[in-house]
């Protein structure tokens, strides 16, 4: 017998045919990412050293991170000026690395040539869609399509190649619509008339469900690094898990999401979960959108920016339940569709009285389509942080009514735990009191 005959063929007993059972070593555990990971601080230059924190940032590219995702995620809190630039000083000359290299110093600052007292985007809400993409994000490629099905034209998880069980995702929430309508993004769709909200197939990718709850909760985004597009991991974890499957890894191809989409999900996700500017105590020059869509600098002092955008303004509106579930990301039995069918399904309660547009799937041919909210606006599906009331929020026949609404909104005033009372006469309910005392002038001036 030769020596390649006699050796054991794998999965068979020696000396017989029987074949064996091939147990594979379990999963290891991920490493603890420990209190010393690195973060990298931008700060503004305008501020006292103490007060001037813009932008923290995980250093999970080679012990740093990449300069062209860091340098516009600072440019986008900046009202999108894309002429910024880094120092690793106040005062000191702009960083001579190219947009594919790796930002090593521990701190560096964002400054603005012609604006060195620059205002800052405090959130989304106040956030305008530029005008042009920064000429980084217009390099990696974005494939055509012919079809409107998400399934039939991604196929699998756009990150991990995934056939099950994979879901339609929203890359602008559908909790944004009104910030999509506002700065005309159905206009850049291939349909503009049938895609005046988010459920159209150029807003949509395919994604398995662990990673649809992850991009839901903003723990990444998808950026060009080297003209392809990369996910980048924006979070730091008890674990490792999460940069070392996923950070760097090159998606799947892009097919029909316009480059404007992914680029205002990636500024969602740096206003999500990176609002510090407002918290530190003292007060801030900020780029605030007025009632006509314009954006104005006015400067809040530091009870203004508490009332306006801490954390406590984000959870008045919020019962225990809600808060709860914010913290621990996306509840999505709150917006569970049921799949009737080949493909049909019905939306919640809770959805169908929140949009009274048709369904994506109409207008899609039945593409299973699982609805994302991230778990930093969990407060949307319940009650808006600022409710804008109407006279569709009272019955016809009513006369007077008195409610207590934190955190209510009125004539760009913020109301902290006041009771506001209404009167309606024929179709207009007008405010006649408010009965304690909201956010003085005293703490909103003009820059």
Request: net charge neutral.
């Amino acid at each position: 017998m030769s020596s390649a005959q006699s050796q054991e063929q794998p999965g068979m007993c020696h000396g017989t045919s029987k074949p064996r059972l091939d147990i594979r070593p379990k999963v290891q555990h991920y490493r603890a990412a420990g209190p010393a990971l690195q973060q990298i601080q931008f700060l503004h230059p305008a501020y006292p050293d103490t007060e001037n924190l813009l932008l923290i940032l995980p250093a999970f590219d080679s012990g740093g991170i990449h300069h062209g995702t860091a340098r516009i995620a600072c440019a986008i809190l900046a009202n999108c000026h894309w002429d910024g630039y880094l120092s690793t000083s106040r005062h000191g000359p702009r960083i001579t690395l190219g947009m594919d290299e790796i930002l090593m110093n521990p701190t560096y600052y964002f400054r603005i040539d012609e604006d060195t007292d620059y205002a800052v985007t405090p959130s989304f809400e106040h956030f305008v869609f530029p005008p042009t993409l920064p000429d980084y994000w217009q390099n990696a490629p974005i494939n055509p399509t012919t079809t409107d099905r998400v399934h039939e034209r991604d196929q699998t998880c756009r990150i991990s190649c995934s056939t099950l069980p994979n879901e339609v995702a929203h890359v602008i929430p559908v909790t944004q619509e009104e910030w999509w309508r506002q700065n005309m993004m159905y206009m850049r769709t291939l349909r503009p008339d049938s895609s005046l909200d988010t459920n159209c197939a150029d807003n949509a990718i395919l994604l398995r469900r662990d990673l649809h709850f992850l991009w839901d909760s903003h723990k990444f985004a998808i950026v060009p690094k080297e003209e392809k597009w990369v996910v980048h991991i924006l979070n730091s974890q008890a674990t490792t898990e999460l940069q070392e499957r996923y950070h760097n890894i090159e998606t799947q191809p892009i097919i029909g999401v316009p480059a404007e989409f992914l680029f205002a999900r990636f500024a969602l996700a740096i206003f999500a979960g990176k609002g510090i500017f407002t918290k530190q105590g003292s007060s801030r020059k900020l780029n605030l959108k007025l009632s006509d869509g314009r954006l104005q600098p006015k400067v809040l002092s530091d009870k203004g920016c508490r009332l306006q955008f801490g954390s406590r303004s984000k959870s008045r509106s919020q019962s225990a339940t809600k808060r709860q579930r914010a913290a621990g990301g996306e509840d999505n039995n709150d917006w569970e569709q049921e799949i009737l069918g080949s493909g049909s399904w019905k939306l919640s309660k809770k959805r169908r009285r929140e949009s009274s547009s048709s369904s994506f799937d109409e207008r899609s041919s039945g593409d299973e389509y699982i609805d994302d909210s991230s778990s930093e606006e969990e407060e949307d599906r319940g009650r808006p942080r600022q409710r804008h009331y109407c006279a569709s929020d009272f019955g016809e026949k009513s006369t007077v009514s008195s409610v207590s609404v934190p955190g209510t909104c009125i004539n760009g005033a913020t109301i902290d735990a006041a009771s506001v009372e209404y009167s309606r006469k024929g179709s207009n309910a007008a405010v006649t009191t408010i009965t304690e005392k909201s956010c003085s002038k005293a703490d909103v001036t003009d820059a």
